[in-house]
């Protein structure tokens, strides 16, 4: 019976259910549909000047919500950040809505986006789910007004209304109890805005372990470099290891604290039981 039941799951109960995925699945399988990527130029007007003096902070359906400037991710993005020449302004909102941004001399749409909900580094930055209370300051305002990212240091990626995707602008969206929000903001946003009243409930919406592509890279190759000094017995393996394990908190492919909980202190400090003193033993041999 229980290898009849595995059958028919594998191949036909699984067809009768509905192919339904999380919403940050969704978002990270169809990035396009809710981030622009914009590259400044030298021909920008308002290079080396903040995002409030560029008039980047209030945008019709368009937030900022990262900066990328010579390899550095910024975000959330404060109004007192400056634009230089080089560096990737990402925008979340409606895209239909690039087209007047667009019109600026010195930005130009990326084709090959880099921003993946995949690639976000995981210890600076995580999604999040908030469900409005029905005490919530929010209600009645819309994003734009309610001050939304500089209050809470969030972005709005997307926002749910029973069950549904709402398809507007965001900053016009007027906030209505029991809307369920979905986040970019730092890590530990849960512990500081989990007994607000302003929500019901706030939780991790993708708590798994990421980071950008190169820091993957990087660890391929710190492991692999270890992996040849062992075996050609160049060091040995325990200070190989040790060194490869600086070097990934060192370049925050890890982080202090995960290195730490990774390590099994009740193992490594607990007395290895003997079965006879050693006191005992030289006594008898004497």
């Not at 992996?227 to 492919?253: E, Q």
């Amino acid at each position: 019976m229980a290898l009849l039941s595995i059958l028919f799951l594998t191949f036909i109960g699984r067809r009768l259910l509905p192919d339904r995925k999380d919403v940050i699945t969704e978002l990270g399988e169809n990035t396009r549909e809710f981030v622009v990527e914009l590259k400044v130029g030298d021909e920008y007007p308002h290079l080396g000047q903040s995002l409030e003096q560029a008039n980047l902070r209030h945008l019709t359906g368009l937030f900022l919500f990262q900066i990328e400037r010579q390899g550095q991710i910024i975000a959330p993005v404060s109004p007192r950040e400056k634009i230089y020449l080089g560096a990737r302004l990402f925008f979340t909102g409606l895209t239909e809505t690039i087209y007047e941004l667009q019109k600026t001399p010195g930005l130009y749409l990326v084709k090959d986006q880099q921003f993946k909900l995949g690639e976000v580094d995981s210890d600076r930055l995580k999604t999040y789910e908030a469900v409005i209370s029905n005490t919530s300051h929010l209600i009645g305002d819309t994003v734009r007004n309610s001050g939304f990212r500089s209050h809470y240091n969030a972005v709005i990626l997307v926002i749910h209304r029973s069950g549904e995707r709402i398809d507007r602008k965001i900053g016009d969206i007027v906030l209505q109890p029991n809307d369920t929000l979905f986040l970019l903001a730092p890590a530990g946003f849960e512990n500081r805005w989990y007994h607000s009243r302003d929500f019901t409930l706030v939780t991790p919406s993708l708590d798994v372990y990421s980071k950008p592509k190169w820091k993957g890279n990087l660890a391929l190759g710190i492991l692999a470099a270890m992996i040849v000094a062992a075996a050609t017995g160049l060091i040995p393996i325990i200070f190989a290891a040790a060194i490869a394990a600086v070097l990934m908190v060192a370049t925050n492919i890890i982080s202090g604290k995960d290195a730490q909980n990774a390590v099994a202190w009740d193992i490594l400090l607990s007395p290895k039981p003997s079965a006879t003193p050693v006191w005992r033993n030289w006594w008898a041999m004497h």
